[in-house]
């Protein structure tokens, strides 16, 4: 019987779980091949199936082809790289997951609140509410299902030391939660550089094997990539690890079903799309990574205005929300 057979139980017309398949078990992947893959953060068939042949090659130094071999192999196993009807496609998407912000317009604004397996960017100028929002949807996202959150917990990535857990006890209090409990679950790491800021995804894969991680919040994205690749010599270098952290943060989306959150910096470059003498650092990088792109700009204290600009099926729109004591509210 394949790995993939579901045997039907004696006790019950249910199938029975799939018996796993291990990296060992794969054409081309002995004992020594595995252990490698495994310290990369490549531990089961789904992490292998979305990864790219040159980063398995260098992670299990073999070479290119037989990387892509093994990766074929394991998106077979898994099911993953084939076409799929759009009906099969509707309703895998119905069971994303949705987590509140905490003000009901800007989650219809986002089509019912922060998507999983989805990237999720809030920008805007210092003070509209980008780091405020970032520790909402870290606490929400505990909630349960039924009060908009998925009982689950965050990989918070600070780049700028603005993680503030005074904040969170105020939010936690405001939704009901436990604010011991809620700071428990929200796991923090300082990042203090770019290539510590990338590493500390392949950290959250590890600690999500163990944990029910279902966010990644990056507060903010952009700022060690803009202070440590200026001028224009930088700029493709800056560009394509950019576009290696992005693609890293999708992979684990999808892997772990979870949403990512980014926060991002803006600069004095004016773009009539964003209505507003200032434009998101990141160019097209970004642009084409961010599933849903929010832009925010101060309003009458204590509101702020969300504007998407940005979303593969939802319309442009606007949302007013407001920055209270106890967190973000209608």
């Known amino acids: 019987m394949s790995a993939k057979a579901r045997p039907r139980t004696a006790e019950s017309d249910e199938p029975a779980a799939p018996t796993p398949v291990a990296l060992e078990d794969l054409p081309g992947v002995g004992g020594a091949i595995a252990d490698k893959l495994r310290e990369a953060g490549y531990t089961d068939l789904m992490e292998l199936a979305v990864a790219s042949p040159s980063?398995?090659?260098?992670?299990?130094?073999?070479?290119?082809?037989?990387?892509?071999?093994?990766?074929?192999?394991a998106r077979r196993q898994?099911?993953?790289?084939?076409?799929?009807?759009?009906?099969?496609?509707?309703?895998?998407?119905?069971?994303?997951?949705?987590?509140t912000t905490g003000a009901k317009s800007l989650d219809d604004l986002l089509g019912g609140g922060v998507e999983t397996q989805a990237i999720t960017e809030f920008?805007?100028?210092?003070?509209?509410?980008?780091?405020?929002?970032?520790?909402?949807?870290?606490?929400?996202?505990?909630?349960?299902?039924?009060?908009?959150?998925?009982?689950?917990?965050?990989?918070?990535?600070?780049?700028?030391?603005?993680?503030?857990?005074?904040?969170?006890?105020?939010?936690?209090?405001g939704v009901g939660l436990d604010p011991t409990e809620a700071l428990g679950k929200i796991h923090i790491a300082r990042a203090f550089n770019s290539n510590h800021q990338m590493l500390l995804v392949g950290k959250a894969q590890e600690l999500a094997r163990e944990r029910p991680i279902r966010l990644i919040v990056v507060d903010s994205l952009t700022a060690?990539?803009?202070?440590?690749?200026?001028?224009?010599?930088?700029?493709?270098?800056?560009?394509?690890?950019?576009?290696?952290?992005?693609?890293?943060?999708?992979?684990?989306?999808?892997?772990?079903?979870?949403?990512?959150?980014?926060?991002?910096?803006?600069?004095?470059?004016?773009?009539?799309?964003?209505?507003?003498?200032?434009?998101?650092?990141?160019?097209?990088?970004?642009?084409?990574?961010?599933?849903?792109?929010?832009?925010?700009?101060?309003?009458?204290?204590?509101?702020?205005?969300?504007?998407?600009?940005?979303?593969p099926n939802l319309p442009e729109g606007e949302a007013v929300f407001s920055l209270t004591g106890e967190g973000i509210r209608e």
């Open 55 to 73: 980063d398995v090659a260098e992670a299990a130094e073999i070479g290119t082809a037989t990387a892509q071999k093994i990766i074929s192999e």
């Open 123 to 173: 920008s805007g100028e210092f003070g509209t509410g980008k780091t405020q929002l970032a520790h909402q949807i870290a606490v929400n996202i505990q909630l349960p299902v039924d009060q908009g959150g998925l009982a689950s917990e965050t990989v918070y990535i600070d780049t700028e030391s603005t993680f503030r857990p005074e904040r969170i006890v105020d939010m936690a209090k």
């Open 224 to 311: 060690h990539f803009r202070s440590e690749y200026m001028g224009r010599g930088e700029l493709a270098p800056r560009q394509q690890l950019l576009n290696r952290h992005l693609h890293e943060l999708l992979r684990f989306g999808a892997t772990f079903n979870a949403a990512i959150v980014v926060t991002n910096q803006v600069s004095a470059r004016p773009d009539i799309l964003f209505g507003d003498p200032t434009r998101p650092i990141g160019g097209n990088i970004v642009a084409h990574a961010a599933t849903y792109r929010v832009y925010l700009r101060k309003s009458k204290p204590p509101k702020r205005i969300a504007r998407l600009i940005d979303s």
């Open 78 to 99: 898994a099911d993953v790289g084939g076409f799929e009807s759009g009906v099969t496609l509707l309703e895998r998407r119905q069971k994303l997951g949705r987590v």
